[in-house]
Nanobody, 126 residues
């Protein structure tokens, strides 16, 4: 059974930093090549892609709104995904979700992912 468990959310002030973690286990994680991503959903808004990585080659994708501030990375040895978030803004406030799937033609597209974590809350105050 696929399991994705996020952690690391919290409350920070504008300009602060947080690092989110996503521990992955189960199928299809015995395969070396698959996609994982971070998504977020603010109250009253649709879920959106933030950053994604292809674990086979390390190729990354970022939403324009977070480029230069967020960094997605992975620890292949522990199947853990990270999102380092710097220079946080109030508009980054949302529930952040980790997701995974074997293949996607658009790494930041929500509908391409089958497996999801339960989410972790990030709140940025001004």
């Amino acid at each position: 059974q696929v399991q994705l468990v996020e952690s690391g959310g919290g409350s920070v002030q504008t300009g602060g930093s947080l690092r989110l973690s996503c521990a992955a286990s189960g199928y299809p994680y015995r395969y070396s090549s698959y996609y994982m991503g971070w998504f977020r959903q603010a109250p009253g808004k649709e879920r959106e892609g933030v950053a994604a990585i292809y674990r086979g080659g390390g190729t990354t994708s970022y939403a324009d709104s977070v480029k230069g501030r967020f960094t997605i990375s992975q620890d292949s040895a522990t199947s853990t995904l990270y999102l380092q978030m710097n220079s946080l803004k109030p508009e980054d406030t949302a529930t952040y979700y980790c997701a995974a799937d074997l293949y996607t033609s658009a790494p930041l597209r929500v509908s391409d992912y089958s497996y999801w974590g339960q989410g972790t809350q990030v709140t940025v105050s001004s």
